[in-house]
């Protein structure tokens, strides 16, 4: 079993960056592969970025403005997130996996999920 928590969101100006953190319950947490996934008001849950043991893989629309990382030294995983823009608000949710398959993007193939926290950016 896994507890996820997710922390960091807030209210951002367009083009401004900010740091969202998922802290991870259990000692497994470097076995899981990890994602981010977003979900806007009327729109379905769409996947932002995995983090796994072959790589890292973005959605097309945050590449080379998203990072994922994470530090399983502290059980937490990192989305940074810069150059803002307003379509990027929405509630974000990391997620765990224990499938062996790799880049993983679809929300079915995760195991776990944190409660989300809201990111909303305003022009």
């Known amino acids: 079993q896994v507890q996820l928590v997710e922390s960091g969101g807030g209210l951002v100006q367009a083009g401004g960056s900010l740091r969202l953190s998922c802290a991870a319950s259990?000692?497994?947490?470097?076995?899981?592969?990890m994602g981010w996934f977003r979900q806007a008001p009327g729109k379905e849950r769409e996947f932002v970025a995995y983090?796994?043991?072959?790589?890292?893989l973005y959605e097309e629309s945050v590449k080379g403005r998203f990072a994922i990382s994470r530090d399983n030294a502290k059980n937490t995983v990192y989305l940074q997130m810069n150059s803002l823009k307003p379509e990027d608000t929405a509630v974000y949710y990391c997620?765990?996996?224990?499938?062996?398959?790799?880049?993983?993007?679809?929300?079915?193939?995760?195991?776990?999920w944190g409660q989300g926290t809201q990111v909303t950016v305003v022009s």
């Open positions: 983090i796994g043991g072959s790589g890292t």
């Open positions: 259990g000692r497994t947490f470097s076995s899981y592969a």
């Open positions: 997620a765990a996996s224990q499938s062996r398959w790799t880049f993983i993007t679809t929300p079915g193939d995760y195991d776990y």
